[in-house]
């Protein structure tokens, strides 16, 4: 259980920051980056939410807290004969693919790229899934420092995929597709 009585600290006064073990890190380190990447990835999710709120949102919903317990994961490091920490599971990730799967094959076949837009919905999709993929290179950069859990950059993997394929479901044949140099 999480309880937050006293929001404002003053401990990051100083350009610092605690990860969840309590060690005490610049607020530009990489692991930061990554927590603040997974942050707006959630915050444009919960702005989907409010021009979708059919049958995805319960999907949308789990996501946003699915990003939760992946910062939980990833402001504590990885340690060797360490406590249990909450991480990612595997499991989180196929329950997006077999959503994923879902989702599409619903959809006609697509012959083109597609344009960000389409409704509002699917433009929040768009943005959704483009931080989400800020995201996923944060956590790509952080694995290339320290160890972390490869649970985490396959989650953000197949979210924007799902974000994607979310985007064109409720664009409902409204997707804008590219026409290669129509604008020469």
């Not at 995805?56 to 910062?71: E, K, M, S, T, V």
Request: net charge negative; proline share 4%; glycine share 10%.
């Amino acid at each position: 259980m999480v309880r937050l009585d006293v929001i404002t600290t003053r401990g990051g006064d100083s350009g610092e920051t605690s990860l969840g073990d309590g060690t005490r890190v610049r607020k530009d380190h990489a692991r930061i980056e990554v927590l603040g990447a997974l942050d707006e990835a959630n915050a444009a999710i919960g702005l989907l939410r409010l021009y979708d709120t059919g049958p995805h949102d319960a999907a949308l919903a789990r996501i946003q807290n699915d990003l939760f317990d992946l910062g939980a994961d990833l402001c504590v490091p990885l340690e060797e004969g360490g406590r249990e920490r909450l991480r990612v599971t595997a499991a989180q990730c196929a329950r997006l693919d077999a959503e994923i799967e879902a989702m599409n094959g619903a959809l006609p076949p697509l012959t083109s790229f597609v344009l960000p837009g389409g409704t509002a919905a699917g433009a929040h999709a768009h943005l959704a899934r483009t931080l989400a993929r800020r995201a996923e290179r944060a956590v790509v950069t952080l694995a290339a420092e320290e160890a972390v859990n490869p649970e985490a950059v396959r989650y953000l993997n197949r979210l924007s995929d799902h974000l994607f394929v979310l985007s064109r479901a409720v664009n409902a044949g409204r997707d804008v597709l590219w026409v290669p140099g129509a604008s020469r």
